[in-house]
């Protein structure tokens, strides 16, 4: 481990990818700290600079690349450069061969830390991210990271291959975590895992998940505001989870369900439960709960095999099922999945046209439900101060989030007349719609101007 005695050297992380990178990299630096590093004003400043890789498809491993090769390029002499995260796992000692601009490439595994680079010794793995401390979260919301790995085998995708079988954290862990993130300013806490929903079942423990999320709603009297779930399996979402996600006061009723297509033929072939008319029951059924469910849900077009008739599928289901958010994937062929040695490889040209004509669907789609809000009263949980706006001179407001947004990947709500500290929870009236974004104005802002009136 590097001895920081005699000055505390900088360092650099970079991060790439999913929120589940986010917390493995927020762990990475709360491990240099303790080791006697300090932060670098930037990249360039620093004495060892961390990437922290995404290898999921082909697009985020060219990402990867270009990152690594452009912090290379602008390195002060003498520091150290380490790939890990998804590439690293995955890639190794390919990884070590065709980047020599890398001191180390190291997975996350085994026993070590990432300061041993500093003094010329390397470890072959890190510390268990999962049960690492976390740094103070910057924002009134935080990524909380319940299991590694997956069991599933879902024909398109290598994360097993290389994030290995799931491991459930303890619900003791667990809750340990979030009350430290509770008690460091976070009001939001948002539950991530490659199979959320599995959460128990390595353990013998299908389900766990529902007690989970009611032990953790019992931090609402520390000050936790607001749980969230990402990445459900959609099969999983019934019974006491389901139960638990819309009778919980702290849990938002947002549904991020992995459906990955609509047609019933292409499903079977990726490996995945489900077709366009359950995937609607699922949702009707909610909805009757719940008519302010929001719902998220990512997509694959140009898998193989894929016919006209499985796209029109899909653009039909989105027409139906009006979802919030939508993403859309061009496949990726990925060397040791099942998918890779299938036939009916769609040509790229088609992929692109695929690819416009579902965001053609969907975008709309989401700025109608946007513009459907105008009028509505919702609850804002102020993130901060909304940077964009004071750029391009529009106004000096907020930026904050209802439980329709997750942060980071949907639209937010901006408030231009309105005082309130980041992690408060402001009453609102959504007075207009632009694309993803809704703008508001807080309720005290709206009587004041009716008494001035």
Request: hydrophobic letters at 40%.
């Amino acid at each position: 481990m590097y001895d920081g005695s005699v000055h505390p050297r900088r360092f650099h992380v970079e991060t790439l990818g999913c929120p589940k990178n986010t917390v493995d990299s927020e762990k990475v630096v709360a491990s240099l700290v303790a080791d006697g590093l300090v932060p670098a004003d930037c990249a360039a400043d620093a004495d060892l600079l961390v990437v922290n890789t995404c290898a999921f498809i082909e697009a985020a491993r060219e990402e990867s690349i270009s990152v690594l090769l452009g912090l290379a390029a602008d390195r002060k002499p003498g520091s150290k450069l380490v790939v890990t995260g998804c590439m690293a796992e995955r890639y190794g000692a390919e990884l070590t061969e065709a980047l020599p601009e890398a001191d180390a490439v190291i997975g996350f595994s085994g026993e070590g830390s990432l300061s041993q680079v500093l003094s010329g010794r390397p470890p072959e793995g890190v510390r268990d991210l999962l049960e690492l401390p976390r740094t103070t979260p910057a924002a009134p919301w935080a990524y909380l990271k319940i299991a590694e790995g997956c069991d599933r085998d879902c024909a398109f995708c290598a994360i097993p291959s290389f994030r290995g079988k799931q491991r459930s954290r303890t619900p003791e862990s667990i809750e340990a975590e979030a009350r430290g993130l509770v008690g460091s300013g976070a009001v939001e806490v948002v539950l991530v895992a490659q199979d959320l929903a599995s959460y128990g079942r390595d353990v013998g423990e299908a389900g766990a998940l529902a007690g989970l999320l009611r032990r953790l709603d019992a931090l609402s009297t520390e000050g936790l505001v607001r749980l969230r779930l990402l990445y459900l399996y959609p099969s999983e979402v019934r019974g006491p989870l389901l139960a638990a996600m819309l009778g919980l006061p702290t849990v938002a009723p947002y549904f991020d369900l992995s459906l990955q297509h609509a047609s019933p033929l292409l499903l079977r072939k990726m490996r995945r439960w489900g077709n366009g008319e359950r995937f609607m029951s699922i949702i009707e059924r909610i909805r009757s709960r719940r008519p302010d469910a929001a719902f998220r849900s990512s997509f694959i077009t140009g898998f193989p095999g894929e016919t006209e008739a499985d796209h029109e599928e899909l653009i039909s289901f989105l027409g139906e099922a009006r979802l919030d958010w939508a993403g859309f994937f061009a496949y990726s062929r990925e060397e040791g999945t099942a998918a890779a040695a299938l036939d009916g490889a769609v040509p790229e040209a088609l992929i692109a046209e695929r690819m416009s004509e579902l965001s053609a669907v969907q975008d709309p789609i989401t700025a109608a439900v946007r513009e459907s809000l105008v009028g509505e009263e919702i609850e804002v949980l102020i993130d901060g101060p909304d940077d964009d706006a004071r750029a391009d001179g529009r106004y000096d407001g907020l930026v904050g989030r209802t439980h329709r947004e997750a942060p980071e990947i949907d639209g937010v709500v901006r408030l231009a007349d309105c005082a309130a500290k980041a992690g408060t929870v402001v009453p609102a009236v959504v007075r207009g719609a632009i694309g993803p974004d809704v703008d508001a104005v807080a309720l005290e802002s709206v009587t004041a101007r009716r008494r001035a009136g």
